[in-house]
């Protein structure tokens, strides 16, 4: 544990001198300077609205991450392991999926609304598609010979799924989804830089088009929090789910 702070703590302080630099070289106007703008952020963090604007983010983009799981990852798992559903499900899957998803939020905002609804959807959509194809192909890589093993012992199709399915698909479900957070969070600020008057993508929208620049960039850090958060509580969850591939690592 103190390894990885130490690694995260070097890594913050690497980017600290670079951003440090970049805004000597810029004069610290457009680009502030890093210790202003943590102290922006500081301050910001003390009053209510930010926390209004951050949780309202956090509630968008974990409630996009839990719809886009519960329906990608059962989803591929059956795809990936019953043939007929994989035969009539994967051309619509892998010819819309190159189809970049966001433009299509103009439609979701006309059909579902303004509110939080049409960006959920959207976030869990673009997610969604990850986490499917990674899980499809997770299963169809497992070998038969695994299937052969379980069944041979007498098992049924509830013991292939619990002891060959899940063990093989788990770790590439939240691998998807652990990676997809940085994504998420990236659509969560395209979603919210227009249409709405709340969250932290419209409180950097709204400050960039002020020049306030110093409350801008405690959005920007707000939502990198958000997003180093949301990385780390996929994390934990895939540790807890695959406690066996960790333990096998450390062997």
Request: charged share 15%.
């Amino acid at each position: 544990m103190c390894r990885c702070c130490l690694r995260y703590g070097l890594v913050v302080l690497v980017m600290g001198i670079l951003w440090k630099l970049a805004a000597l070289a810029l004069g610290g106007v457009i680009l502030p300077y890093p210790e202003d703008a943590l102290f922006a952020l500081v301050q910001a963090m003390g009053t209510q609205l930010f926390w209004e604007h951050f949780l309202v983010s956090g509630y968008r983009a974990v409630t996009a991450m839990i719809l886009a799981w519960g329906v990608a990852f059962p989803l591929g798992l059956i795809m990936g392991s019953v043939t007929g559903v994989d035969a009539v499900l994967a051309p619509f899957v892998f010819l819309t999926y190159p189809v970049p998803k966001i433009v299509l939020l103009p439609i979701f905002l006309l059909l579902l609304g303004l509110g939080d609804t049409s960006k959920i959807a959207m976030i869990a959509l673009i997610l969604g598609y990850q986490i499917l194809v990674t899980t499809r192909d997770g299963v169809r890589s497992i070998h038969p010979k695994y299937f052969d093993s379980v069944r041979s012992l007498g098992g049924t199709n509830m013991d292939v799924l619990r002891e060959v399915l899940l063990p093989a698909s788990l770790p590439h479900g939240f691998t998807a989804l652990r990676l997809g957070t940085g994504v998420s969070v990236a659509v969560l600020f395209f979603v919210e830089s227009f249409a709405t008057t709340r969250g932290l993508g419209y409180m950097i929208m709204d400050a960039w088009g002020a020049m306030d620049y110093l409350t801008m960039f405690s959005g920007i850090l707000g939502m990198s929090i958000m997003g180093a958060a949301l990385y780390e509580i996929a994390n934990i969850l895939e540790r807890k789910a695959c406690k066996w591939m960790f333990l096998r690592a450390k062997e």
